[in-house]
């Protein structure tokens, strides 16, 4: 049980357009996902914190212009980045809350922007 | 503001060889404690966790005790096999029940050499 699923699991768009990533709970109900940002051989930074039917809670650095979240249901989340350009290639992961003290983790995105 | 540090590696070590990650932190109040283990091209999961001080988290042979006094949560295994290459890292939320994101380290490589 408590399983989050990530999609796509890597995705190379053009500079310039957006991409959307979806974090879905697929047996348990999340009011409040986590998207985190890993660069390569580096820690994962917490980007923002999603809240069904509210707006998200950006970390500070973060633009919420660029990186837009919509949390429209109690399992799904999504992740777009807007004009995408080569500096916003990364690993995405989600992350949801199944109970307490407990986080589960996607499988990650990883976006090449070329 | 909460920060985490641990080793950096990567670690090589002999099968059998026994395994320190050394993880300490910073936070305001009682944070809940974790370390999660990434295998490659997968996503985080969770090892072992701690919720209070004095706590020993524990699973496959891994554990961590939550030493408040010197705000550490090493991460220890007797005998380390070869399936035990990944990169680990350990992490801290001020709530631990979820509502909040966590707070990672940069991650240790460990490489098990047969």
């Known amino acids: 049980g408590a399983v989050v699923s990530q999609h796509p699991s890597w995705v190379i768009c053009k500079s310039g357009t957006s991409v959307k990533i979806e974090c879905r709970s697929l047996d348990f109900q999340a009011t409040t996902m986590f998207w985190y940002r890993q660069f390569p051989k580096q820690s994962l930074m917490l980007m923002a914190t999603?809240?069904?039917?509210?707006?998200?809670?950006?970390e500070q650095g973060v633009e919420k212009d660029k990186f837009l979240i919509n949390h429209a249901s109690l399992t799904l989340s999504t992740l777009t980045v807007t004009s995408a350009h080569p500096e916003d290639s990364s690993f995405y992961i989600c992350?949801?809350?199944?109970?307490?003290?407990?986080?589960?983790f996607g499988s990650g995105t990883r976006l090449t922007v070329v | 503001g909460n920060s985490v540090t641990q080793m950096e590696g990567p670690v090589t070590l002999s099968e059998e060889a026994f395994l320190t990650i050394n993880c300490t932190y910073t936070?305001?109040?009682?944070?809940?404690l974790f370390w999660y283990v990434q295998y490659p091209g997968e996503g985080l999961q969770l090892l072992l966790k701690a919720t209070k001080a004095d706590d020993k988290g524990s699973n496959k042979g891994f554990e961590a005790t939550y030493r408040k006094e010197t705000t550490s949560f090493h991460l220890e295994k007797g005998s380390v096999q070869v399936s035990d290459s990944a990169v680990y890292f350990c992490?801290?939320?001020?709530?631990?029940?979820?509502?909040?994101?966590?707070?990672f380290g940069k991650g240790t490589h460990l490489i098990i050499q047969p």
């Open positions: 936070a305001t109040g009682y944070p809940s």
């Open positions: 999603s809240n069904e039917g509210s707006k998200a809670t950006y």
């Open positions: 992490a801290l939320s001020d709530s631990g029940g979820g509502a909040d994101g966590l707070t």
């Open positions: 992350s949801a809350t199944p109970g307490v003290y407990g986080y589960t």
